[in-house]
C-alpha cells in the first residue's frame, strides 16, 4: 500500500464519531439535561418561597375564572344596588295619588319594588361587563386598558339596545369613556 492510500483510509475511519463522542458533542452544543437555577435572585424580605400544591393551583385557578368573576359581580352588584335603591326611593316616594296621605305599607312597598329594581339591574350590568371584560382579557392575553374599554363598549351597546340602534350606539360610547375613565383613574392611582 501506497502512504497516501493509508492516509485516506485513515481520513475516513475518523470521520465516523462513536457513541461517546457524540454525546460530548451534544453536551457541547446543546448543552445537558439538567436545568441550573442559579440565576433565580429571590429577595429576603419576601420570607420563605413556597411552592403551590395542586389544591391550591386549583382555587386559585376557580377564583380567576371568568364564571367566579361575573357571579361576584353579580352579587355586588346586586348589593350596591339595593344600598342605591333604597336611599333614591326613601328620598321621596314615586307615586304620591291625590292629597291623600300614604300609609306606611304603601311607602314600603314602593321602596321594596324600587330597591329591587335597582338591584337586579345593578346585578345584570355587573355580571354582563365582568363576564365580558373577563373573556376579552382571556382573549387578548393582555390586561391593559383597552380590555374595559371595548368591555364598556359592549354592555352599553347591549344595555343600549333595548331602545333601538341609535341608542345602542350611543350607550356603547358612553360605557366605553366611563368606563376607560375609570380604569384610568385606578391604575393612575395606584
Not at 26 to 35: A, P
Not at 128 to 136: D, P, R
Request: charged share 20%; glycine share 10%; aromatic share 12%.
Amino acid at each position: 500500500m501506497s502512504v497516501t492510500q493509508n492516509m485516506s483510509d485513515n481520513k475516513q475511519e475518523k470521520r465516523h464519531f462513536t457513541p461517546e463522542e457524540w454525546s460530548y458533542l451534544t453536551k457541547y452544543f446543546v448543552g445537558n439535561n439538567y436545568r441550573y437555577r442559579e440565576n433565580i435572585i429571590i429577595p429576603k424580605n419576601l420570607g420563605p418561597v413556597q411552592i403551590k400544591t395542586n389544591e391550591e393551583k386549583m382555587v386559585e385557578s376557580f377564583f380567576e375564572s371568568c364564571f367566579f368573576k361575573s357571579v361576584m359581580s353579580c352579587v355586588v352588584g346586586y348589593g350596591l344596588g339595593a344600598a342605591i335603591g333604597l336611599f333614591s326611593s326613601s328620598m321621596g316616594p314615586a307615586s304620591v295619588t291625590d292629597t291623600e296621605t300614604q300609609t306606611a305599607r304603601q311607602v314600603f312597598r314602593e321602596m321594596k319594588t324600587t330597591t329591587l329594581g335597582y338591584a337586579k339591574n345593578f346585578a345584570l350590568i355587573g355580571a354582563l361587563f365582568s363576564g365580558v371584560e373577563c373573556a376579552i382579557e382571556s382573549a387578548r392575553g393582555k390586561s391593559d386598558w383597552k380590555n374595559g374599554t371595548y368591555a364598556g363598549a359592549v354592555t352599553g351597546g347591549l344595555i343600549g339596545l333595548r331602545a333601538g340602534v341609535k341608542a345602542g350606539i350611543v350607550g356603547a360610547m358612553g360605557f366605553a369613556a366611563f368606563s376607560t375613565a375609570i380604569d384610568y383613574y385606578m391604575r393612575s392611582r395606584f
